[in-house]
Each structure stands twice: as structure tokens, then as C-alpha cells.
């Protein structure tokens, strides 16, 4: 059994760890709170202008965007969404299982892969498998930018349009609620068309001042919607989960604290047995 001072050395150890991981889930649960209030405030945006560029295959045929035109996926572009810092539970390693398991099925049907990294996290884990990596960026913070994911962003577009990949994916952390967070993957190029069943034969939209100029506006805004909101539900599920995996981390040492307790008390005692056995075996020797 070891000493009292060393089980004493340990007691002090874990209790600043529990110190530490009870003030970052504090501080966690706090910004949680703000990144879901981003998060909610892009969501409806995000989605109306996916509903309205999912339209856009069923009108205006004279025009055919390139991001519109669907072609033969000889080689694919994925932009992976993770964290910048760890101590967030499994967010990030569900994020990778997703992405690899997309990039086996298309490299099963022959195509290339190419990536674009978000997020420190991201960066580190795919740099070591060797695959080509167009873009990363990293330190976005809790609040990212719609300008600081353009450049990335940019990158990814340009090689489509150039043909270098043929389709182009994300896949990021999708919030469900405290509890559960899930990865998502979802086809940003070329864009699906949306359900138009509710939608006139020869219905279309009026462009000013020309449906080339406003098609390719509204595609671009598009991008930085899908990739924007991806972003800040990201850092939501971030903040989400390591409260959870912190709260998690504190209950255990407040447990190894009792049970190390209980290790001193018996050691303790033991040690108090031995002292009075000597005391009265000293004075039965007299």
C-alpha cells in the first residue's frame, strides 16, 4: 500500500485537475450559448437560398451555370470542418470517420480526391495520410468569418470550375442538441435540385439585369452560405461537446478523489494500528 504522503500528493493532483476541467466546461457552456445564437440566426438564410438555387436547374435553360452542369466524378473535392483545439469528446474523430469513409467510396468507383481543411484539428490528422491538400486554414476562432473561409473556399471553386474535381463535398458536425452532435456530408457542387413538384411547367424567376450576372452572384453567395453556416455549427457542437467531455472529466476525479480518500483513511489507520501495536509491545517488554 503506498504512503499517506504519496496518496496526499495525488489527492492535490487530481483536485486542480477538477479545478481546471470544472472552469473549462464553465467557460464552454458560456460560449455555447453564443455560437448557438449564430448558429440559429444563419440557418434560415442558409436554407432558403439552397431551396432557391435548387430551383435554378428547373429554370432558365438558355443558361447553364458550370456549377449547375452535373459531370462525369473522375475526382472529387471534400472541404472537412473541425476544430481548432481537442478536449471536445469524439466531435472530431466521428468528422474524420465520415470524411474517410466518403473518400473510400469514390476512390471504389475510381475518382481522385482532393481536400480543403478547416480547422488546426483537420490539418493535422489528414497532412499524414498523404493526399493532395489544395487549401487549409487554421485559428479561425469561436466566431468565424465569412472573409476568412473565402480564400479556402476560393481555391476549391476555381479547380471545379477548371475541371480539376467534379464534384465537391463538406462534411462537418451537425447540432442536434447538448447531448448529440452528428456528421454531416453534403453535395455543395454541383448543386442538387430541389423538390419542384409545387412549381409552374415554364415557371422561372425574373433576372435584373441579366440572368448570367445574377446567377453567378446568387451561386457565390450560395458558397459562403453553405460553408459559413457549416462553420459556426461546427464551433456550436465544439463548445457543446467539450462541456460534455469536461462535465464528464470532473465527476471522474471528484470519484478517483473519494476513492483515493478512502486509500489515505485506510493507510492512515493502518499506520496509526502499527504505531500503538509498537507502543504496547514496547510496554509489555518492560
Not at 457552456?29 to 439552397?50: H, N, T
Not at 453535395?187 to 415557371?203: C, F, I, K, N, Y
Amino acid at each position: 500500500m503506498p504512503g499517506t504522503k504519496e496518496i496526499r500528493t495525488k489527492i492535490a493532483s487530481v483536485k486542480s485537475t477538477q479545478k481546471i476541467t470544472k472552469a473549462m466546461e464553465m467557460v464552454a457552456a458560456s460560449k455555447m450559448r453564443r455560437a448557438q445564437d449564430r448558429m440559429r440566426l444563419s440557418r434560415p438564410y442558409a436554407e432558403k437560398i439552397r431551396i432557391v438555387i435548387g430551383h435554378l436547374n428547373k429554370a432558365n435553360p438558355d443558361y447553364r451555370h458550370p456549377f449547375l452542369v452535373e459531370r462525369e466524378p473522375k475526382s472529387i473535392g471534400i472541404i472537412v470542418v473541425s476544430s481548432d483545439r481537442g478536449l471536445c469528446g469524439a466531435l472530431n474523430t466521428n468528422v474524420f470517420k465520415s470524411t474517410l469513409m466518403l473518400m473510400r467510396e469514390w476512390q471504389g468507383k475510381g475518382a481522385k480526391v482532393n481536400l480543403c481543411l478547416l480547422g488546426n484539428k483537420g490539418v493535422a490528422f489528414f497532412r499524414r495520410l498523404g493526399l493532395p491538400i489544395l487549401a487549409s486554414i487554421g485559428g479561425l476562432g469561436d466566431r468565424p468569418h465569412v472573409k476568412d473561409l473565402l480564400g479556402s473556399v476560393k481555391v476549391m471553386l476555381d479547380a471545379y470550375r477548371e475541371g480539376t474535381i467534379d464534384r465537391l463535398f463538406i462534411v462537418n458536425a451537425q447540432f442536434v442538441n447538448t447531448m448529440t452532435q452528428k456528421p454531416v456530408v453534403t453535395q455543395l457542387l454541383p448543386v442538387e435540385t430541389s423538390d419542384a413538384g409545387d412549381l409552374q411547367e415554364h415557371w422561372d424567376y425574373i433576372y435584373e439585369p441579366n440572368a448570367a450576372e445574377i446567377i453567378d452572384g446568387v451561386l457565390m453567395r450560395y458558397i459562403e452560405s453553405q460553408v459559413y453556416r457549416s462553420a459556426v455549427e461546427s464551433v456550436a457542437c465544439e463548445m457543446a461537446a467539450r462541456m460534455v467531455a469536461m462535465k464528464a472529466a470532473s465527476d471522474n476525479a471528484g470519484k478517483l478523489i473519494g476513492d483515493l480518500q478512502l486509500v489515505y483513511n485506510k493507510a492512515r489507520q493502518a499506520a496509526i494500528t502499527k504505531e500503538l501495536a509498537e507502543i504496547v509491545g514496547g510496554a509489555a517488554a518492560v
